[in-house]
């Protein structure tokens, strides 16, 4: 039998795979909106002339909300350490110019160039202006 059936109004209902990791993953990770959203609202009402859009600090805190929940080792209030982790690892990005948590690969920042270290801004321009050629 199929993972989903479709209703009536094009919504999705889980049929057989209740128990699904992913299904359960993305159930956890939404249900942290209103922390994203709040944070996402501080940080750019005080920083905002600092970073790019509003949007792009949004997806770095979900990104950074994915990878909290990743490290979280079951001490404490789950929400709590989300609260400490995104406001330490925020401030890391927006202060003093670190990459997201785990970002090695493909690094991003929600920061407008005029404020990416030298250090940094010759790799985030390899990323945007690469003629794909190594």
Not at 21 to 36: C, E, G, H, N, T
Not at 78 to 83: A, H, Q, V
Not at 115 to 125: A, C, G, K, P, W
């Amino acid at each position: 039998m199929d993972d989903f059936n479709d209703l009536e109004n094009g919504q999705i209902s889980f049929v057989d795979n209740l128990n699904n990791p992913d299904i359960a993953w993305r159930k956890k990770v939404l249900s942290y909106q209103k922390l994203v959203d709040r944070w996402t609202k501080y940080f750019w009402n005080i920083n905002k002339s600092y970073l790019y859009s509003f949007e792009d600090l949004r997806q770095t805190i979900w990104y950074i909300i994915m990878v909290g929940l990743k490290s979280y080792d079951g001490r404490g209030n789950e929400e709590d350490f989300l609260n400490w982790y995104v406001r330490n690892k925020v401030i890391s990005v927006i202060m003093y110019g670190k990459k997201p948590p785990n970002c090695t690969d493909a690094p991003f920042t929600p920061m407008r160039f005029d404020y990416v270290s030298d250090e940094d801004l010759t790799e985030v321009s390899e990323l945007f202006y690469s003629d794909g050629k190594d």
